[in-house]
Nanobody, 123 residues
């Protein structure tokens, strides 16, 4: 089992920035592709970004390209999501997840999930 704990969410004004962190434990972190997903009220969960096990490959949803940056520190067993120029439509609960697939953008392929952290962007 892998435990994932997100932090860094909060309330921010439009145009501001937040950095989410997700600390992993229980498994070999560097063996997993890590992803971020989000779910807004009344909407389905959607893929945000993913990073390969060694951090060399990243992928983003079109809606966040150029705005968000995913990264990881395997020495600290932590994955990050830097979110800049935030918009009200970025408001959601953000989840980190881990998968044994080399690279996955669909939630069904992720094995482990965190509890989520709320991000609220005010206009």
């Amino acid at each position: 089992q892998m435990q994932l704990v997100e932090s860094g969410g909060g309330l921010v004004q439009a145009g501001g920035s937040l950095r989410l962190s997700c600390a992993a434990s229980g498994r070999t972190f560097s063996s997993y592709t890590m992803g971020w997903f989000r779910q807004a009220p009344g909407k389905e969960r959607e893929f945000v970004a993913a990073v390969s096990p060694n951090g060399g490959i990243t992928n983003y949803a079109d809606s966040v390209k150029g705005q968000f940056t995913i990264s990881r520190d395997n020495a600290k067993n932590t994955v990050y999501l830097q979110m800049n120029r935030l918009k009200p439509e970025d408001t959601a609960v953000y989840y980190c997840a881990a998968t044994t697939f080399f690279f996955a953008t669909t939630g069904g392929r992720y094995n482990f999930w965190g509890q989520g952290t709320q991000v609220t962007v005010s206009s």
